[in-house]
């Protein structure tokens, strides 16, 4: 028999599992030539393999049958880059083994390759590798970032992350939301990641109920340098996860935990002990966290902890106050329903004089915050910039009076569903603030009523820059007009979905600002007439930057021709639902000192196809056209709109 071809070289072991297999060849052997050196293992050049039925030829890749300790290997001596990824591009097989090798296992037989900065290669046989510019970024601390999302979350996809980084330093910041039905991540594309990316530095697991301890156990082993950790809703980790990463690194600094059922008080006691660079800490609806863990982690770690999250935890008054003696270092500070603190908690920790540097505090839904303890949060946080309340029944004006008087540092002052809050305590709290505060935002505030003023307005508060009142219906022009009076300086006004304010009462709020209106949200105020945007447009169009009109359907083209005539400045402007027409478009177009950047006409109905030349010329400006339910301007329009504004941004 003749040769042909190159020689294959055969995986070792016999040719024939049968032995009368083996019994047919040695009985042909005379016939056949058979070439085996000597120094090599067993060779075959013949392409076909014996069989009593005759032959057939073996069309299996005899790479294949090496095994798994071979290829492991072959695969270690491969150079990073390219060829690497290129392997992992073969099969399924060979992407798992590739990811199964730690990077210190790896042979750096080639410098070179080390150093190229190569794009992971196509994949074939539905293995999908993941290059460097998908579903990542560079991110400004220089971590190479990649994110998975839903369906996309797979343990093969994040074995072709680790393999497809290692040539770029590895990764540094990982984010996992959901996982996939089917083939979800599980601790072994965890541990792929692990072993191929021992530089992480942030990982983020989002609903992802396979994942377990022994996925963080491979984490807490190899990625030493991990610096912020985000698990939420992941019931599979427990405790021993979370000791885990607490003995092994040390380096962490942030650490959120959200919906973890099974985490508990050890975990935490043993991140406050191990972790002494731990500067973040966002706890939330973890019903095993108590007291005791949650006391542990702040008094080991005050030294350095700056921002404190609790949410929907079973903690009582003995954890605040183990905050308000130990959080000398807390700047940032957020407790939201805490069923079981009482007035006593709070009180306790405004009263224990520890958090001198608090600058930020927001309470939510805590029955404990009265009028009592929030004064004493006052007068033990002298620092603190800005005070957050949400859905707090039972503060009052008096309460709010005190805490404005006490609070000498307070820049920005937010209230939300405090509903015992009347008009009194929004004019004592602005006339006791003191001289720095900025900011007064009310947010559904049900107890404010509008009333005039039964004596005489006290003195202004000249230092407030920004008034947001959002959807307090009580609040109407008597009050507004008592607040215009109040607040001289403003240069950003939000009063959206006041419903009850008429040109009456807005007008004196437009007329006291002296410093000139720069950003002014009207929508939902359906009262309004063309009257408030001409003064609007004649006291302040000189600062003028954003209006938005949304849902004022008395504004018409009258005030479109106010705007085109004072408006200098201004880039953003929301006419959507108002009353205008293609005359007001025409006009603001021919205005050549008007650089709109973002135009809202959606649901003007008035507004038709005559406005494609209009348009066309606003567009040398335009970076944002919203055109969605104008019923009169076609498809056709749109498209034609679109091939010319092609710097433009077109909703329709």
Same mark, same amino acid.
């Not at 985000?230 to 607490?246: H, Q, R, T, W, Y």
């Not at 009194?424 to 720095?436: D, F, P, R």
């Given at each position: 028999m003749g040769f042909s071809g190159d020689d294959e070289i055969y995986s070792g072991g016999s040719f024939y599992t049968n032995p009368s297999d083996l019994g047919r060849l040695y009985s042909i052997v005379s016939n056949v030539d058979v070439y085996s050196p000597a120094c090599k293992r067993a060779r075959i050049s013949a392409p076909f393999l014996f069989e009593s039925?005759?032959?057939?030829?073996?069309?299996?890749?005899?790479?294949?049958?090496?095994?798994?300790?071979?290829?492991?290997?072959?695969?270690?001596?491969?150079?990073?880059?390219?060829?690497?990824?290129?392997?992992?591009?073969?099969?399924?097989?060979?992407?798992?083994?590739l990811s199964s090798i730690r990077r210190s296992e790896f042979c750096n037989s080639n410098p070179v390759a080390e150093e190229e900065k190569e794009?992971?290669?196509?994949?074939?046989?539905?293995?999908?590798?993941?290059?460097?510019?998908?579903?990542?970024?560079?991110?400004?601390?220089g971590y190479l970032t990649r994110s998975l999302e839903g369906k996309k979350a797979t343990d093969m996809r994040l074995a072709a992350i680790a393999v497809g980084t290692s040539s770029r330093g590895g990764l540094g910041k990982l984010l996992i939301r959901g996982s996939n039905s089917v083939r979800g991540v599980t601790n072994h594309g965890l541990s792929a990641i692990a072993r191929g990316c021992p530089s992480l530095r942030a990982l983020s697991l989002w609903n992802v109920p396979f994942v377990g301890d022994e996925?963080?156990?491979?984490?807490?082993?190899?990625?030493?340098?991990?610096?912020?950790?985000?698990?939420?809703? /992941?019931?599979? *980790?427990?405790?021993?996860? +979370?000791? =885990? $990463? @607490?003995?092994?690194?040390?380096n962490l600094s942030s650490l959120n935990i959200e919906s973890c059922s099974k985490i508990g008080n050890e975990g935490l006691q043993a991140i406050g002990k191990l972790c002494p660079r731990l500067h973040s800490i966002s706890i939330k609806d973890c019903p095993l966290l108590g007291d005791h863990g949650v006391s542990s982690l702040l008094s080991s770690a005050s030294s350095v902890l700056t921002r404190v999250k609790l949410q929907g935890l079973n903690i009582t008054d003995f954890s605040l106050a183990v905050i308000g003696h130990y959080g000398k270092a807390v700047t940032n500070?957020?407790?939201?329903?805490?069923?079981?603190?009482?007035?006593?908690?709070f009180w306790v920790m405004g009263n224990a004089q520890g958090l001198q540097k608090l600058m930020s505090l927001?309470?939510?839904? /805590?029955?404990? *915050?009265?009028?009592?303890? +929030?004064? =004493? $949060? @006052?007068?033990?946080?002298?620092?603190?910039?800005?005070?957050?309340?949400?859905?707090?029944?039972?503060?009052?004006?008096?309460?709010?009076v005190a805490f404005a008087k006490a609070a000498g540092s307070l820049e920005s002052l937010q209230l939300e569903e405090c509903n015992r809050?009347?008009?009194?305590?929004?004019?004592?709290?602005?006339?006791?603030?003191?001289?720095?505060l900025k900011a007064l935002s009310l947010v559904k505030c049900m107890g404010i009523k509008d009333m005039a003023l039964g004596m005489p307005v006290p003195s202004p508060c000249s230092h407030l820059r920004y008034l947001s009142i959002r959807n307090c219906p009580g609040f109407g022009s008597a009050s507004l007009a008592v607040v215009g009076k109040l607040c001289p300086q403003l240069q950003h006004v939000d009063l959206s979905g006041l419903c009850g304010i008429t040109d009456s009462g807005i007008l004196p709020l437009l007329e006291s600002c002296e410093a000139g209106l720069v950003k002014?949200?009207?929508?939902?105020?359906?009262?309004?007439?063309?009257?408030?945007?001409s003064a609007l447009a004649r006291l302040h169009g000189g600062t003028l930057e954003l209006l938005n009109l949304d849902g004022c359907r008395k504004i018409t083209d009258a005030s479109l021709v106010a705007i085109a005539e004072n408006c200098l400045f201004l880039s953003d402007l929301d006419l959507s639902k108002c009353a205008v027409t293609d005359s007001?478009?025409?006009?603001?177009?021919?205005?050549?000192?008007?650089?709109?950047?973002?135009?809202?006409?959606?649901?003007?109905?008035?507004?038709?196809?005559?406005?494609?030349?209009?348009?066309?010329?606003?567009?040398?400006?335009?970076?944002?056209?919203n055109l969605q339910n104008c019923s009169s301007i076609s498809s056709s329009t749109v498209e034609l709109l679109v091939e010319s504004l092609w710097r433009c941004d077109i909703l329709s």
């Open positions: 039925s005759g032959f057939e030829q073996n069309k299996r890749p005899s790479i294949e049958v090496l095994p798994d300790e071979c290829l492991f290997e072959i695969f270690r001596r491969v150079p990073d880059g390219k060829e690497r990824s290129s392997c992992a591009s073969v099969s399924k097989k060979w992407l798992m083994l794009t992971a290669a196509p994949v074939c046989n539905d293995v999908e590798m993941v290059t460097c510019e998908d579903n990542g970024e560079v991110e400004s601390d996925g963080l156990f491979e984490i807490a082993k190899e990625c030493h340098l991990l610096e912020k950790l985000d698990l939420s809703n /992941c019931p599979s *980790i427990s405790n021993k996860g +979370l000791i =885990a $990463i @607490a003995e092994n690194c040390p500070l957020s407790l939201s329903v805490l069923q079981h603190v009482s007035e006593r908690g927001t309470i939510t839904s /805590c029955r404990g *915050i009265t009028d009592v303890s +929030l004064e =004493a $949060i @006052a007068k033990g946080s002298l620092n603190l910039k800005q005070m957050c309340l949400r859905k707090c029944c039972f503060v009052s004006d008096n309460g709010l809050i009347t008009q009194s305590g929004i004019v004592g709290a602005l006339s006791n603030c003191g001289t720095k002014v949200n009207l929508s939902g105020c359906m009262s309004l007439t063309d009257e408030v945007v007001g478009i025409a006009v603001m177009s021919s205005a050549e000192q008007l650089n709109l950047q973002v135009l809202s006409l959606s649901g003007c109905s008035e507004v038709s196809n005559k406005s494609l030349p209009c348009l066309k010329k606003m567009g040398r400006t335009l970076v944002g056209l």
